[in-house]
């Protein structure tokens, strides 16, 4: 059975600083998905991760993917207060997605 | 593109009535579509996964004759939830994936969601 661990589940952090989310899974797969979602609100789609050291970025997001070590992460740059929100991470195996538990982020002025 | 909807955004009912759920895909035909559903402050949890004229498959868990997923055409799957107590009050999501998103990997493409709550 597939698992997805992501932590920290909640991040506090402070605007213009550099922050970490991991995420972690259990069985080998190559196709990773990162999310944001907005309270109330379903789920964006942030990166589209398909192949070991795929390195995404968008604006103060970077994702990486690292299939070896089941090892993604989400690198947040000079953090703002429009990048509140809960993110997940998700693995597809036989395209099906299993979810991280996500986390929780809160950007502080 | 990829744009998924889904009917109603939110609902309310009584505890042992029926609700029913479209999920839409518009503007691309879905090869797949999921039901997956979100209590506060979880994640997200696959419970079906339906193909056009086909039965849905079911989690572990799932009960089908609780959860009925009909997915009619390329376009539209509906999910009814039969009998709802309060403890089904959740956001239900559905996603639709085509192989020919941009990154041709069967991406799934996420619906807004619909907000149960049973009384």
């Known amino acids: 059975e597939l698992k997805v661990e992501q932590n920290p589940l909640f991040l506090s952090m402070q605007e213009e600083k550099n922050y970490t989310i991991y995420c972690n899974y259990s069985?080998?797969?190559?196709?990773l998905y990162w999310y944001r979602q907005d309270p109330g609100k379903s789920l964006e789609s942030l990166f589209v991760?398909?192949?070991?050291?795929a390195v995404k970025q968008e604006g103060r997001l970077m994702a990486s993917l690292d299939t070896k070590a089941r090892l993604s992460t989400l690198h947040i740059t000079a953090a703002v207060h429009d990048l509140s929100a809960t993110y997940f991470c998700a693995v597809d195996l036989s395209n099906k997605l299993t979810f991280g538990g996500g986390t929780r982020v809160l950007v502080k002025p | 593109g990829a744009v998924v909807s889904q009917h109603p955004s939110w609902v309310i009912c009584k505890s042992g009535t029926s609700v029913k759920i479209e999920c839409r895909s518009l503007?691309?035909?879905?090869?797949?579509m999921f039901w997956y559903r979100q209590f506060p402050k979880q994640s997200l949890m696959l419970m079906a996964t339906?193909?056009?004229?086909?039965?849905?498959?079911?989690e572990q868990g799932v009960e089908k004759d609780k959860f009925l997923i009909n997915h009619a055409s390329l376009t539209l799957s509906t999910l009814t939830v039969t009998s709802a107590h309060p403890e089904d009050s959740s956001f239900y999501i559905c996603?639709?994936?085509?192989?020919?998103?941009?990154?041709?990997?069967?991406?799934?493409?996420f619906g807004p969601g619909t907000r149960l709550t049973v009384l």
């Open positions: 503007d691309f035909q879905a090869t797949t």
């Open positions: 996603s639709a994936t085509t192989p020919y998103s941009r990154s041709g990997n069967n991406e799934q493409f």
């Open positions: 991760l398909l192949s070991n050291g």
């Open positions: 339906s193909n056009e004229g086909s039965k849905a498959t079911y």
């Open positions: 069985t080998t797969s190559d196709r």
